[in-house]
């Protein structure tokens, strides 16, 4: 079972690690429903992204407090698009985003992201990185990756970031993706997956 920070107690913090918003704190929730990325993790993540996050489209699939999204537009990248069922999550997100000052390049979208997803693709629209950090344990990995196999909201040679806990698998990929690196923090671990259109 994984272990999850307590977030009852008052409310907590996370901050920008580099960028244009460098330092700037984020405010999370005081409950379990969002486990936000670790700024060890956080990190490493997008040490690893590199340069290529400058100027991408990225969607943030289960957005939380936007911690993701955020510290990818703080790095350069030119649009983001937040996804979240949680209406009390997108107002944290709304907030957060007031915070960096980036609402020109930022757009909120309530609902499933599997099914937002799904809609964005449809309407032609693509993205360069998704971030997929869901709660654990719900199914949510699997259904992300199964609609990258039908209906791809990636562009060809884009990266879906995932979040998992060490107890959990990766599902199989279907045709056209490749896992391209797996790294272990802990018990968390984070899978990149190319989107190569076949």
Sequence with gaps: MPSYPNYNTEEQYMRIITGKARGLQLTVPKTYDVRPTADRVKESVFNIIGSKIIGAEVLDLFAGTGNLGLESWSRGAAAVTFIDASKESLRLVRSNIVKCRAEADCRVLQGSAPAVAERLAAAGELFDFAFCDPPYNKGWI???????????FLRPGGYLVVERSAHNALPELPAGCELVRSSRYGETIVDFICYNML
């Design 142 to 152: 699997e259904q992300i990756i199964a609609l990258l196999g039908k209906k791809s």
